[in-house]
């Protein structure tokens, strides 16, 4: 959980100070940092789905000018790179084979390949450790990566009689593949700006980052977005540096093997992974590695076409395993239980009558259980809705993201009695009681009786979530060295004394004074000097692989499911694209459908709040399609005017314009959170009892994105499937294709 407040205040400090400027790059002037009143802050308009093409334009510019840091990318370990001050590495030097008919191909050279002898090596889990082969800078030489501290960063010659180059060079390659002047016209963003910022971001040293969250890389070339965020910070070696990018908070371990409870063994845990079973969202395998497909091959298909995609390179993605089930591919869901989720709401193109027509029938998914506090869009259409509790009523050990750097853990725990339904055994109706008790109605492992055990192997229940939480919160308190027991008119005027017996009950009697001196703290942090040292790196866990690809295998090697096209494993802007990767522009036109789309977080709604607040709503009460200023006097748009924004497949955002000059030329900007079908927007009744809606909670528009036409266009199956990143997986909520017409 990031606090905006505390780093916002630190931000505001430094710029005052003169000691920090920043650029901000967003579509739209919307919340943030970006105001006239503050100097140092710069907004510079960029077009949606465009960032990638950004950062490959100061990569060039970097690599150009020669001001990179060529010492801290060319560690091969991270060993090398601590002893020579910094706190990552990157494989920028580990040789690429590049022979096309090499079976290793767009693999990275192995000592095998090299015809090197590797000792064996294993990692602390047993697996065997990769050794790549790297030119060493000190002898010229082809070698092992963790033979030598650094590697030659431009090579592309032979090595053992197979063609390769370094990582770096391919890099070269693909940045260069647009000029400045293109990279210009494809981003909206001046030639002279990105110099500007490609010479001001390599002057600082180690003492610069990029801020990219999941807006930036929100469509379906986000993945190269992401890569090129990695690639700026590793090139001027920022990584795990002070003032450069920090990773994640490190914290002590709490809900798994902790100090006091191992709450991450599970005894009788069945053996289910990737290897043996694949995700319902089609993530993280290959098409060509599925069941599916090798029994097609078997019976004699020769290529076969699967009936979605499948995303090798993505992690579990609930907009895809949306689409399967809708789809019943690769497999029915029997049962589906929803927690705390919105994924039609926040899914583009999913909220269509054809999703929610399959989502309802009974035939395709028999039962849906949903647990949450709200009756949303997603809620709606389940067969039965679990009351669940709020985030003041319930618990959880956040880490405290990238905002703060130190060491240690937030505590969320219950301030007040939930208002949730209270069973009979006294407990109160939420996600963690329903699942402890259907899993102990089916037997399994790892709940009920005995389902915990403490360091000691005494084992104890797991029914509620204070049997879970109130342990991880020991594991807190005795991490490293134990806290102090809370006093006892401490705890009295805080009115710890007076929780309930079930929070006691989940811990020892030694341990619950401990744990109350946390909970009266909201959780524990140690000194920042425990973290980082005197020369400007991290003093703890800066040891452990910290290592950037600046060449991804996985990337280069997967093939498209569809066309078997391949994308480089380097840093490249790819145009928006579908499923099969062939360019949306290749279907439609782009001077008939010249605008794209972003969204940004309004100051009056999220997701799921706000929008039933009879206050915020007062205050801005629908959202707006914002256009760019010269791009409305040339449709003739006014402010308040009634407008479309409609996709080449006929679906449209239909709002209220507001032309405005805080918006990026070419595309049109929607504040996110608006136009609920549900939410309280609609009558429901709940045990016979009726609740009207509100229609002023409907108000608004949503971006409503196309399907994508070449899945169905590929299998000939009547299969409904969104835009989508093709690595990642995540839908493509910005950028798209569309025109704007008057209503």
Same mark, same amino acid.
């Given at each position: ?11 505001? +400090? ?5 000691? #920090? ?20 802050? *710069? ?29 801290? $990318? ?22 690429? $084979? ?5 079976? *290793? ?18 990692? +602390?889990?047993? +697996? ?15 070698? #092992? ?117 191992? #709450? ?26 599925? =069941? ?20 090798? *390179? ?10 399967? $089930? ?38 395709? #998914? ?18 039965? $809705? ?117 929070? +006691? ?40 692989? *910290? ?38 522009? =290749? ?24 929008? /039933? ?112 990143? /093709? ?17």
């Amino acid at each position: 959980m990031i606090n905006f407040q505390s780093s916002g205040k630190r931000t505001l +400090k430094n710029l005052a100070a003169g000691k #920090l400027k920043i650029d901000v790059l967003d579509c739209t002037l919307a919340n943030g940092s970006v105001t006239p009143t503050i100097p140092g802050i *710069n907004w510079i308009p960029i077009k949606p789905a465009t960032n990638a093409a950004f950062c490959a334009a100061l990569v060039q510019k970097i690599i150009a000018d020669k001001t990179y840091n060529a010492d801290a $990318i060319s560690f091969t370990t991270q060993k090398a790179a601590v002893e020579g001050g910094y706190g990552a590495y990157t494989n920028a030097t580990y040789l690429v $084979i590049v022979d096309e008919n090499h079976p *290793n191909y767009r693999k990275l050279m192995r000592a095998a390949d090299a015809g090197i002898d590797a000792p064996e090596e294993k990692d +602390k889990d047993g +697996k065997a450790v990769e050794q790549y082969v790297v030119i060493d800078a000190a002898t010229g030489q082809p070698t #092992l990566h963790s033979a030598c501290s650094k590697g030659t960063l431009e090579f592309e010659g032979e090595v053992n009689g197979v063609a390769v180059r370094t990582g770096f060079s391919l890099l070269t390659e693909t940045v260069n593949e647009y000029t400045m002047d293109e990279y210009a016209e494809i981003t909206g963003v001046s030639v002279e700006d990105l110099e500007r910022i490609a010479r001001e971001y390599t002057s600082h040293g180690t003492r610069v980052g990029i801020c990219h969250k999941g807006g930036s890389a929100a469509s379906v070339n986000g993945i190269d977005t992401v890569m090129g965020a990695a690639v700026l910070h590793a090139i001027v070696g920022a990584n795990q540096m002070i003032g450069g990018n920090a990773p994640n908070s490190p914290a002590p371990t709490t809900t798994g093997n902790g100090a006091r409870y191992k #709450l991450g063994a599970i005894e009788g845990k069945p053996d289910v992974s990737t290897k043996n079973a694949c995700y319902i969202s089609r993530t993280v395998k290959a098409w060509e590695k599925t =069941d599916e497909y090798k029994n097609r091959v078997a019976a004699g298909e020769k290529d076969p076409k699967p009936l979605m995609p499948w995303f090798a *390179n993505g992690a579990a993605s609930d907009s895809q395993a949306l689409l399967s $089930i809708v789809n019943k591919y690769p497999y029915q869901a029997k049962i589906l239980t929803s927690f705390m989720c919105n994924t039609i709401q926040a899914t583009p193109g999913a909220m269509r009558d054809e999703v929610v027509e399959r989502l309802c029938d009974p035939e395709v #998914l028999p039962l849906h259980i949903v647990c949450d506090v709200f009756v949303g869009e997603h809620a709606q259409y389940a067969d039965y $809705i679990v009351p669940d509790v709020t985030p003041y009523e319930s618990f959880g050990l956040p880490t405290t993201g990238t905002t703060f750097t130190g060491y240690g853990t937030t505590v969320r725990w219950q301030v007040k009695e939930p208002e949730s339904m209270k069973l009979a055994d006294g407990r109160h109706a939420s996600w963690e009681t329903f699942l402890a008790d259907v899993a102990e109605a089916c037997g399994l492992p790892g709940w009920g009786e005995g389902a915990l055990h403490d360091v000691d192997g005494k084992a104890w229940p797991l029914r509620d979530a204070a049997d879970f939480y109130l342990k991880a919160v020991a594991n807190l308190a005795y991490a490293e060295e134990p806290v102090a027991d809370i006093d006892a008119q401490e705890a009295h005027l805080q009115g710890l004394d007076e929780l309930p017996d079930s929070f +006691k009950a989940a811990v020892s009697d030694e341990e619950w004074p401990k744990v109350q001196s946390v909970l009266s703290r909201g959780g524990r942090y140690w000194p920042m000097s425990y973290v980082h040292d005197a020369d400007g790196r991290r003093s703890r866990g800066y040891q452990d692989e *910290n290592q950037t690809y600046f060449y991804s295998e996985k990337r280069a090697t997967n093939k498209n499911c569809y066309s078997g096209k391949q994308l480089p494993g380097t840093l490249r802007y790819n145009p928006e694209t579908f499923t099969d990767l062939s360019p949306m522009e =290749d279907h439609f036109s782009r001077e008939e459908y010249p605008f794209s789309a972003s969204e940004h977080k309004p100051r009056f709604r999220s997701i799921s709040m706000l929008s /039933n607040s009879p206050v915020m709503r007062d205050l801005c009460s629908h959202n707006y399609i914002e256009l760019n200023r010269e791009d409305a006097a040339d449709l003739g748009i006014k402010d308040g005017d009634k407008v479309c924004a409609t996709t080449p497949l006929g679906d449209v955002s239909e709002g209220v314009a507001m032309v405005r000059a805080g918006q990026v030329k070419g595309a049109f900007a929607l504040a996110f959170g608006y136009e609920h079908q549900n939410y309280g927007a609609q009558d429901i009744e709940v045990d016979g009892k009726a609740t009207k809606g509100d229609p002023a909670i409907a108000a608004g528009v949503r971006i409503h994105q196309m399907l994508d036409p070449t899945v169905t266009g590929v299998t000939g199956d009547d299969v409904i499937s969104i835009i989508a990143e /093709n690595d990642a997986a995540s839908p493509g909520r910005c950028g798209g294709m569309f025109k704007i017409e008057k209503a």
